[in-house]
């Protein structure tokens, strides 16, 4: 029992500690919830915003190259009513001249007829309208015709070309009337002016905007607005590389961005590169109609404007953690405090479950006043088990626990194998003896027996006098039941040896019996009954008239145990006897070491 001094404390109050700390921990994961929160809509708020100019650049493009759609269509329409048909040369010239006269991102639009005669016709801001008509096409025109003859008239825009100091980017379609072709019409659109576009689009959202035409050419960028680095633009190379624009950065966050999984409303995707400043983000948007590969349309902005609201929520994230960590340090505690008792509890009472009452230690009394009653009652029950476990044998009782107890025990008719023992000589040696000391060698005598019968998986049935009846094959089933008990008798004789014990006599008999709980319903005794019984009592007792005085044991067994243990043990034939009680002799063996 604890000291008076020190009251146990009631479980109450240590839950509403619990309790307190729990409260803690909800009021931290709420923080932790509404920074989160707090970090999405900013997320969310920022990606609308480059949604939007995303999609404002998607419009622009449409806007600035839809003129030369415009025009191929015009075009079609014309050849389709035969009106080309009947156009002499100058009045080509002057309906082409017409057709640049308004869009000035127009470069130029070109005419072929299947005779391979073109007429060309450019706009030039400074120069005005240069004609030129030309007989002979190159390589790649003569492409295009090929491919647009076996193609529905539908415009198709062909990759960036630099011409004449600027780059553009082709646009073509074939010409129809009545379903047969006669020629090709294409247009070129300036891309000089997109950069300028979308550096207007950016501003305005505090981004920067570009266009690439794949992962390493760039379309149009704010750097392009710089007349010295469009110097390096070339007819092999019409379009710079992200690598030489002024800073490398578009090329790294293509490049080496994290990508992020954007929010499920957008069709964009997030990356994310970090450095010492605080990195950037990068939103990209595939954009399809306008070349042979898709084009992409990105912004990308420093990280610091979208991390500037965030600071301030990681304030509120710090506090959700530290109630977080206080509240956990405080459940470990106060756990710990009420689980180590009740583990202790636990694992004593898996122990007595296992019958291994010997090895349970009694529980220690607590500061909580539930559990230090918990403990006492425990203790005072584990005294009774001591005792209980004194009279009770402790391997039948796992058998039944771990089987079907019911069918167990139930009397049932079985082949067994049974053994008697008893000492040599008992009656003249306690005599001699006090009623302690006789007490006290019968107690070692039976400690060495019962361990060797519980070693083989014997039963043991019941002491009678200085005698032991134990048997084998239940309550669980065993073939080699005769096996086992041969084993445990030779295991006694042995230990008797080394502890200098007592000689006895052991008899061996296998037969049938009746085995299972026979006696009153309030006082039950797991036993056996039958004849086998009443001959392997017979076998023992033939061990004081046939003992050869050799050992520590006089082992007899009978011929039906003989016949079950064949040739695994030394033994030898005695002879026949009529046992009392039996019609006809028995066989009796002598087993030896």
């Known amino acids: 029992m604890i000291s008076a001094n020190k009251k146990p404390v009631h479980i109450t109050l240590l839950l509403s500690i619990a309790i307190g700390c729990f409260v803690g921990l909800s009021v931290g994961i709420v923080l932790y919830s509404t920074a989160r ?140 009337n009545q379903h047969q072709h006669i020629g090709t019409v294409s247009t070129g659109v300036s891309i000089g002016e997109l950069s300028a576009l979308i550096h207007q689009l950016g501003q305005a959202h505090n981004m920067t905007a570009f266009i690439c035409d794949d992962q390493q050419h760039v379309l149009a960028h ?23 624009l002024r800073t490398p950065l578009l090329k790294n966050l293509l490049e080496k961005g994290r990508a992020a999984k954007p929010p499920a409303e957008n069709d964009f995707m997030i990356r994310r590169m970090k450095s010492k400043n605080g990195g950037y983000f990068l939103f990209t948007q595939s954009l ?14 420093p990280a610091k404007q979208i991390d500037k609201p965030i600071q301030r929520m990681r304030q509120s994230i710090m506090i959700g953690a530290g109630l977080f960590v206080l509240s956990i340090l405080a459940s470990i505690v106060l756990a710990r405090r009420i689980a180590a008792p009740i583990r202790n509890t636990a694992l004593a009472a898996a122990k007595i479950e296992r019958l291994e009452i010997d090895q349970v230690q009694p529980l220690p009394p607590s500061m909580i006043k539930e559990l230090n009653n918990q403990a006492s009652a425990f203790n005072r ?43 040599i000589g008992f009656t003249s040696l306690s005599e001699e003896m006090t009623p302690d000391a006789t007490a006290t060698m019968l107690n070692e005598h039976f400690e060495i027996l019962n361990q060797c019968i519980e070693e083989t998986g014997g ?25 086992r008990a041969c084993q445990a008798a030779l295991a006694i004789e042995k230990r008797l040896a080394e502890s200098h014990g007592l000689r006895i006599k052991i008899g ?38 046939l003992d050869d005085e050799a050992g520590m044991a006089s082992i007899l067994i009978s011929d039906e145990t003989q016949k079950m243990i064949g040739d695994q043990f030394t033994h030898t034939v005695v002879g026949e006897f009529q046992l009392k009680g039996r019609a006809k002799p028995i066989t009796i063996w002598r087993l030896l070491p």
């Not at 419009?59 to 002499?88: C, F, I, N, R, W």
């Not at 007349?227 to 019409?238: A, G, M, Q, R, W």
């Not at 006098?465 to 089933?477: H, K, R, T, Y």
Request: hydrophobic share 40%; proline share 5%.
């Open 37 to 176: 929160a707090s970090y999405h809509n900013t997320m969310s708020s920022f990606a609308h915003s480059a949604r939007l100019l995303l999609k404002g650049i998607e419009q622009g493009v449409h806007s600035y190259l839809s003129p030369a759609e415009e025009v191929l269509k015009h075009m079609q329409h014309l050849a389709g009513g035969g009106e080309l048909d009947h156009l002499t040369p100058s009045q080509q010239v002057l309906l082409l001249k017409g057709t640049l006269a308004a869009p000035h991102q127009i470069s130029g639009v070109e005419l072929w007829n299947n005779t391979q005669n073109g007429l060309h016709v450019s706009h030039h801001h400074t120069a005005g309208f240069h004609v030129e008509f030309e007989h002979e096409t190159d390589e790649h025109e003569i492409d295009i015709m090929q491919d647009l003859a076996n193609k529905p008239p539908h415009i198709y825009w062909d990759a960036p070309y630099y011409h004449e100091g600027e780059t553009s980017i082709l646009a073509y379609s074939r010409l129809d």
């Open 222 to 244: 704010p750097d392009l607005l710089d007349p010295k680095l469009l110097e390096k633009v070339t007819e092999n190379d019409s379009l710079l590389l992200l690598s030489e």
């Open 288 to 301: 399809e109609g306008f070349g042979p590969k898709p084009w992409t349309i990105g912004v990308y902005t």
């Open 381 to 423: 029950m584990l005294d009774a088990l001591h005792w209980f476990n004194t009279y009770v044998p402790s391997r039948l009782v796992k058998q039944l626990m771990a089987g079907d107890g019911q069918h167990l025990v139930q009397s049932r008719a079985e082949v067994l194998t049974v053994m008697f023992t008893d000492i």
């Open 459 to 483: 039963t043991l049935d019941k002491y009678i006098g200085d005698s032991v009846m134990a048997f084998w094959g239940a309550p669980e089933q065993q073939s080699d039941h005769a096996v």
């Open 508 to 545: 061996l008999h296998t037969g049938p019996l009746v085995v299972g709980n026979i006696g009153a319903r309030a006082r039950m005794n797991y036993t056996v009954i039958g004849d086998s019984v009443n001959v392997c009592a017979r076998i023992e007792a033939l061990c004081g008239q």
